[in-house]
C-alpha cells in the first residue's frame, strides 16, 4: 500500500498544488493510497525522506519525495495508463509544470496570501509568517492581498492564455484525454479553490469549463474536497 | 515543388516568427521549396490564397495559409519524420505555439519595434506606422523601444523561464531531437536576432546554449539568414 503525506490546513483542508499532482497521477495510475496529513511544521513526519516539504510517498520500501519525481516512480513501478509513454508526453508535461510553477502560482500567490493564512492552523502560523512574509515583504496578508486583487485577477486570467489558447481546441491539455499537464494545472486551480473563495475564472473561458471537468474527474476527487 | 511566400523586409531580411516556423518544418520533413519574398504591403502577391498574411505555401495545387494550418497539412502530406505523431506530440506543439505567440512575442515586440521599423522597406513605412502604431499607441518607435528596454530585456528574460526549465533537462523542448516546440520558439528568437542587435540572452543561460543549437540546425539555417 502507498501512503502519501499530504499538506493539511485547518478543517482538514489540502491545499498543496503539489500533493494534488500527486493524487491525480494515483488516480490515473488506478492506484489505492493511504493518506497521512502533515501541517506546515510537522517536518518529524517527513524527516524519514530527507525532506522538508510534501508531497512525499512510503510505497512499500521505496521512499520518494518531490512531485516530479513521484509521478516518474509511479510511472516506471506501475505500467498501467502511462502517462509518460513518449518522449512528447514527457517533454509536454515538463514544459506545462514548469510553467505552472514558474507562472500560474507566482500569479495566483499574492491575490490569495491572506485567505491562505486565515485557514493555516494555528500551530502553523508563525511558520507561514515566517516563510511567507519574507517572500512578500510584509507580514500584513490580508492587507497585500487586498491590493493585489485590484489588478490581480484580470492579470491571472491573461497569464493563463496560453491553456486558454489549447483548450479551445481540445478537451483537455494532453489531448481528448487528461494526463500530466492537466493533473499540473488542476493542482495550481486547487490550491486556489481550497484556501480562497475569491472568483477567478469568468463561465464563458474555455478554461472554465476545462475546470468544471477536472473537478468531475475520478468521481470528483477536486469537487469533494473540502473547499473554502 | 513547395512555393513559401516569406516576409522580406530591408536587404532581403526574412523576420517573420511565423515564416520561421515553416521554414523549420519545411526542413524537419526533407522538403525543398522555392522562396517569394513578400513586403508588407504586397498583399497582392497572396490574394490567390485569401489571406492577409505570410507564411502562405502554395504545394502542388494545393494553398495553405498559416503557420499552423501549413505545419499540419505538411505532416499529413509527407509522412517522412513526423511532427504530430502521436497526441502529445500535438499537444505540446499546440501549447508551446501558443505560448510564443501570446507571451514571448508581445514581451519582444516593445524591446524591438524601434529596430523593426528601421529595417521595413521604405515603401512599407507608412503601413508599418499605421498598423504597429495603433497597437502601442505612438509611432515614436525608437523612444517607446528605448523606454520598454530599460526593464523590459529582464523581463524578457524571466518570462522564458518554462522553456528554461525544460532545457536544463534536456538539449530541445520537444526531447533529445528538435520538433515543432524548437521551431515556434526559435521563429520568435530569430524575429528579434534578425531584426535588432539587442543582446537578448546571457551566455550563461540554457536558453542561449539551445538558440546555439538552432542556429546550428539544418546546415545553419538560421545562423545563415541575414541578421541585424
Redesign the interface.
Known amino acids: 500500500m502507498i501512503t502519501l503525506y499530504d499538506l493539511a490546513v485547518e478543517g482538514d483542508r489540502r491545499p498543496s498544488p503539489y500533493c494534488w499532482r500527486t493524487k491525480y497521477v494515483l488516480k490515473h495510475k488506478g492506484l489505492a493510497w493511504r493518506d497521512e496529513p502533515v501541517g506546515f511544521t510537522e517536518k518529524e513526519k517527513i524527516a524519514f525522506a530527507q525532506s522538508q516539504t510534501v508531497p512525499v510517498i512510503h510505497d512499500g520500501a521505496t521512499v520518494v519525495k518531490d512531485s516530479w519525481a513521484i509521478a516518474r516512480h509511479l510511472d516506471e513501478a506501475y505500467p498501467n495508463n502511462p502517462l509518460f509513454?513518449?518522449?512528447?508526453?514527457?517533454?509536454?508535461a515538463?514544459?506545462?509544470a514548469?510553467?505552472a510553477?514558474?507562472?500560474v502560482q507566482p500569479a495566483l500567490f499574492p491575490i490569495i496570501v491572506g485567505d491562505l493564512y486565515e485557514r493555516v492552523r494555528p500551530a502553523d502560523q508563525a511558520y507561514f509568517r515566517e516563510t511567507r512574509g519574507k517572500r512578500i515583504g510584509t507580514t500584513d496578508f490580508a492587507g497585500f492581498q487586498k491590493a493585489a486583487r485590484d489588478k490581480g485577477v484580470v492579470a491571472f486570467r491573461t497569464v493563463l492564455?496560453?491553456?486558454r489558447?489549447?483548450l479551445k481546441?481540445?478537451a483537455f491539455?494532453?489531448?481528448?484525454k487528461p494526463?500530466y499537464?492537466d493533473y499540473a494545472l488542476a493542482g495550481s486551480l486547487l490550491w486556489a479553490h481550497i484556501a480562497s473563495p475569491l472568483v477567478l475564472l469568468e463561465p464563458d473561458d474555455p478554461v472554465y469549463a476545462w475546470r468544471e471537468r477536472m473537478l468531475d474527474l475520478f468521481d470528483g476527487l477536486g469537487r469533494k474536497a473540502k473547499a473554502a
Open positions: 509513454a513518449n518522449e512528447a508526453a514527457l517533454s509536454h515538463r514544459f506545462v514548469g510553467w510553477d514558474s507562472v492564455e496560453p491553456a489558447r489549447v481546441e481540445q491539455l494532453a489531448g481528448a494526463a499537464p
